[in-house]
T-cell receptor, first 112, second 112 residues
Framework: TQLLEQSPQFLSIQEGENLTVYCNSS?????LQWYRQEPGEGPVLLVT?????EVKKLKRLTFQFGDARKDSSLHITAAQPGDTGLYLC????????????FGKGTLLTVNP | GAVVSQHPSWVICKSGTSVKIECRSL??????MFWYRQFPKQSLMLMAT?????????EQGVEKDKFLINHASLTLSTLTVTSAHPEDSSFYIC????????FGSGTRLTVV
């Protein structure tokens, strides 16, 4: 089982601040995904990164895939209360059944 | 886009009874679906992989006789929590894969 270490586990910041969430592993991934989940809902896909060194931007969110495809980061610029939620990184564990393994998640609270 | 419908969204049951949760792929066929369990402020833990027309594959530590999975059609997988106990109270989420992974909105199970 490929282990995804996600940090920090909890983050509480003020509106307007920047933050970075990290997702690390000793395994190499063909791709890695970031999800955002709100209470009482299922996770919603934000982005999939595939190429080592890849950077993808989604409005104020910037996702980076490490050159070795073992780690990824999510950076949020000028956080807003609407960004509050559980951010999860996930990767396919390989094989033919395409199981998705999740990191422990980062619970982000943006205070107004 | 792909939509996965999960029902019910919440259920309260008495200890010792059984509860069935449905997961439907609305506009695509899913030969494989996944069932996750999530405790408050924690990440998703994969319970089992549901395979259409064959037995489900359970993750280590998940009791297959307690969490019965049936995937009788290409659009429906069900999870039955048998003889439920308060410790089974949790948020259960299903997902299916088309291009990426799509998640249901989850079922909040409370066993009293």
């Amino acid at each position: 089982t490929q282990l995804l270490e996600q940090s920090p586990q909890f983050l509480s910041i003020q509106e307007g601040e920047n933050l970075t969430v990290y997702c690390n592993s000793s395994s190499v991934f063909s791709s890695l995904q970031w999800y955002r989940q709100e209470p009482g809902e299922g996770p919603v896909l934000l982005v999939t990164v595939v190429t080592g060194g890849e950077v993808k931007k989604l409005k104020r969110l910037t996702f980076q895939f490490g050159d070795a495809r073992k780690d990824s980061s999510l950076h949020i610029t000028a956080a807003q209360p609407g960004d509050t939620g559980l951010y999860l990184c996930a990767a396919n564990s390989g094989g033919s059944n395409y199981k998705l393994t999740f990191g422990k998640g980062t619970l982000l609270t943006v205070n107004p | 886009g792909a939509v996965v419908s999960q029902h019910p969204s919440w259920v309260i049951c008495k200890s010792g009874t059984s509860v069935k949760i449905e997961c439907r792929s609305l506009d695509f066929q899913a030969t494989t679906m996944f069932w996750y369990r999530q405790f408050p402020k924690q990440s998703l833990m994969l319970m089992a992989t549901s395979n259409e027309g064959s037995k489900a594959t359970y993750e280590q530590g998940v009791e297959k006789d307690k969490f019965l999975i049936n995937h009788a059609s290409l659009t429906l997988s069900t999870l039955t929590v048998t003889s439920a106990h308060p410790e089974d109270s949790s948020f259960y989420i299903c997902s299916a894969q088309l291009v990426g992974y799509t998640f249901g909105s989850g079922t909040r199970l409370t066993v009293v």
